[in-house]
Every structure is written in C-alpha cells, then in structure tokens.
C-alpha cells in the first residue's frame, strides 16, 4: 500500500495561490491515476483533479478548470496542485488519493488505495 502525504495547504486572501504537495511512498501504483479531493464541514468529499501516472492525462472538475493545475514530478515520487484564484468557497482540507480508477465522467477511489492525511486550505475574503 503506498503512503502519500500532503503539505502546502495554509491561510491566504482571495485571489491568491497556493501550491500543494502530495509525496508517494512505498508501493507505487503507476498504472493508476492519483489525484486530490477536498471536503468542507458538513459536506461530502469531492474530486478536484487527477494526473495519470505517465502526466499524459489530467482531469478535472468543469468549475477548477483554469483555476487549478495538477502536475507530478516523478523523480520525486510526488503530484502537485497548483491552485489560483481561490475563492472562499475553495476553503476545505484537501486530501490525496491513489490509485484512482479515472474515466471521461471523473476518477473514484479504489478498495486497495490510500488516502494521505490532509491539508488545510483556507481562504478568507
């Protein structure tokens, strides 16, 4: 099972940028996508984007579209979000996944993955 865990989150203002970090260790899962979910109090956890392994295919979610990038460096093992634009609503602790089953209509969790243990982004107005 690998281990991912992510860093980056933080405090910032509207309209600025963060950029988190999801750091793979152990088994590598490179046939599958991996990829971040967020969740806010009281909301269900939902997908943000996701990177094959190879970088030749990312996904989205149609509103973080142009807002957020997802890239992997895999001589570090790790994916990276880059996120502009936030927005309040953005506010939530995001979560790395892998592997991901990724298709036309969005990416889902496997039984055998892994999920880091979050990071906090918040976004005040």
């Known amino acids: 099972q690998v281990q991912l865990v992510e860093s980056g989150g933080g405090l910032v203002q509207a309209g600025e940028s963060l950029r988190l970090s999801c750091a793979a260790s152990g088994r590598t899962f490179s046939s599958y996508a991996m990829g971040w979910f967020r969740q806010a109090p009281g909301k269900e956890r939902e997908f943000v984007a996701a990177i094959s392994w190879s970088g030749s295919s990312t996904y989205y979610v149609n509103s973080m579209k142009g807002r957020f990038t997802i890239s992997r460096d895999n001589a570090k093992n790790t994916v990276y979000l880059q996120m502009n634009s936030l927005k309040p609503e953005d506010t939530a602790v995001y979560y790395c996944?892998?592997?991901?089953?990724?298709?036309?209509?969005?990416?889902?969790?496997?039984?055998?993955?892994?999920w880091g243990q979050g990071t906090q982004v918040t976004v005040s107005s």
């Open positions: 996944n892998a592997p991901l089953l990724c298709s036309d209509y969005g990416c889902s969790p496997t039984d055998f993955g892994s």
